[in-house]
């Protein structure tokens, strides 16, 4: 398997613009996460979904973050509009919940907003 | 009660020394400890992990030593190696709810 793949790996977009992070899990996964990290926070769980619905979302910082999950294996994470404080690298992981409980991270998106 | 403290915050030690990386938790719920180990520009990646029903568990070099009364954990990793240099968390979980430390750069020097 390739593993969890996000992608673009690195996005510079300007403040006020809508940023969209993609995420394709472990085939065969039910559980998808996406985490936040940054030097100040550390990683930051933003959301979780199992069978492709919102479980717990109360690490969503705000409005203007989202998070879709249309299907097994795509899911999405958008920010509209973004600002600077919104720089960090978003990762994306997944699991089986009824496999073991390690989490398999992608190599995450560096968003930079200027 | 969903925090997990780490430390030392960084961590610079010889080729072939012992490093040695603190994790203190408070949800007794917690059942999995886990450690990841970050290289730059990867995502975490799972080093070792210890349910709490034994007090240590060895893997090679690494090894998790567990006290379940003081709600502590920690990481020792033995001879250590340039290439073990990366940041390493520590996590606790209960089902699919992972708290995770805010990590512990480590540097081996050659």
């Known amino acids: 398997d390739a593993g969890v793949i996000q992608s673009p790996r690195h996005e510079v977009t300007e403040m006020g613009q809508e940023v969209t992070l993609r995420c394709k899990p472990i085939?065969?996964?039910?559980?998808l996460f996406w985490y936040r990290q940054t030097m100040m926070r550390g990683l930051e769980l933003l959301i979780y979904?199992?069978?492709?619905?919102?479980?717990?979302d109360s690490g969503m910082p705000e409005d203007r973050f989202s998070a879709k999950m249309p299907n097994a294996s795509f899911s999405t994470l958008k920010i509209q509009p973004s600002e600077p404080r919104d720089s960090a690298v978003y990762f994306c992981?997944?699991?089986?919940?009824?496999?073991?409980?390690?989490?398999?991270f992608g190599q995450g998106t560096r968003l930079t907003v200027v | 009660q969903q925090q997990v403290k780490q430390s030392p915050q960084s961590l610079i030690v010889q080729k072939g020394g012992i490093s040695i990386i603190n994790c203190a938790y408070e949800?007794?719920?917690?059942?999995?400890f886990p450690w990841y180990q970050q290289f730059p520009g990867k995502g975490p990646a799972l080093l070792i992990a210890?349910?709490?029903?034994?007090s240590e568990k060895k893997e090679g070099r690494f090894t998790i030593s567990f006290n379940k009364s003081a709600k502590q954990f920690s990481l020792h990793i033995m001879d250590s190696q340039p290439g073990d240099s990366a940041t390493y968390f520590c996590?606790?979980?209960?089902?699919?709810?992972?708290?995770f430390g805010p990590g512990t750069r480590l540097s081996v020097l050659p």
């Open positions: 992981a997944s699991n089986h919940d009824g496999k073991g409980t390690e989490a398999f």
């Open positions: 996590a606790a979980s209960k089902g699919q709810n992972f708290v």
């Open positions: 979904f199992n069978n492709n619905v919102p479980i717990d």
């Open positions: 085939s065969g996964h039910n559980s």
């Open positions: 210890i349910r709490p029903d034994v």
């Open positions: 949800n007794t719920a917690f059942d999995y």
